[in-house]
């Protein structure tokens, strides 16, 4: 299995900031790649998928990069709403992959 | 407007049984393939299986695989997943999850509220 791992684990920071947070997959996967922020006691949800593509209703200020191994979710200026974890998940092959979390805070 | 909504999580005995079920509606329900994630209690995200638009093909992680089963209802809107052989590391809150794709699942883009499922003696 492919297994994605993200960096930073917890990331603190203000509102108004740039943060970006990465995710390494163990294997090439192109990009199949998609990005879902939960925040505490709901459902995760999606941001980005094909590594750039943003989901509907989701602000511009998420941006998602990378291919192959490499990739990143950049928040452009961090709003209130954003404080949340967010999680890398892999669809190359038919079994799913996620990272294990980045659990953004306020600083 | 999607809804997505889990029912039948619970308290089980280790080696007991558990079917949760997930109804939906504001969607063509038998044009996607669906799916369930859990997250244990302050853990990350798994992927547990998931089913494609027809029932016809099913895909399920190693640590499920032999003892669960999703199945689905096109006729109903609804998605089951029978759990046999429960084990203490399958607590979690159990999330059913619908992909924008019908066969191959490349990731879901609206989730229900999750169902817990706890396994304890």
């Known amino acids: 299995d492919i297994e994605m791992t993200q960096s930073p684990s917890s990331l603190s920071a203000s509102v108004g900031d740039r943060v970006t947070i990465t995710c390494r997959a163990s294997?090439?996967?192109?990009?199949?790649l998609n990005w879902y922020q939960q925040k505490p006691g709901k459902a995760p949800t999606l941001l980005i998928y094909g590594a750039s593509s943003l989901h509907s209703g989701v602000p511009s200020r998420f941006t998602g990069t990378g291919s192959g191994t490499d990739f990143t979710l950049t928040i452009s200026s961090l709003q209130p709403e954003d404080f949340a974890t967010y999680y890398c998940?892999?669809?190359?092959?038919?079994?799913?992959?996620f990272g294990q979390g980045t659990r953004l805070e306020l600083k | 407007e999607l809804h997505v909504l889990e029912s039948g999580g619970g308290l089980v005995r280790p080696g007991g049984s558990l079917r949760l079920s997930c109804e939906t509606s504001g969607f063509i329900f038998g044009n996607y393939a669906m799916g369930w994630v859990r997250q244990a209690p302050g853990k990350g995200l798994e992927w547990v299986c998931d089913?494609?638009?027809?029932?016809?093909?099913?895909t399920y992680a190693d640590s499920v695989r032999g003892r669960f089963t999703i199945s689905r209802d096109n006729s109903r809107n609804t998605v089951h997943l029978q759990m046999n052989s429960l084990r203490v590391e399958d607590t979690a809150v159990y999330y059913c999850a619908k992909s924008w794709d019908a066969v191959v699942v490349p990731g879901f883009d609206f989730w229900g509220q999750g169902t817990l499922v706890t396994v304890s003696s």
């Open positions: 294997d090439s996967i192109s990009t199949y």
């Open positions: 998940q892999q669809n190359h092959r038919t079994t799913l992959t």
């Open positions: 089913i494609s638009n027809s029932g016809g093909s099913t």
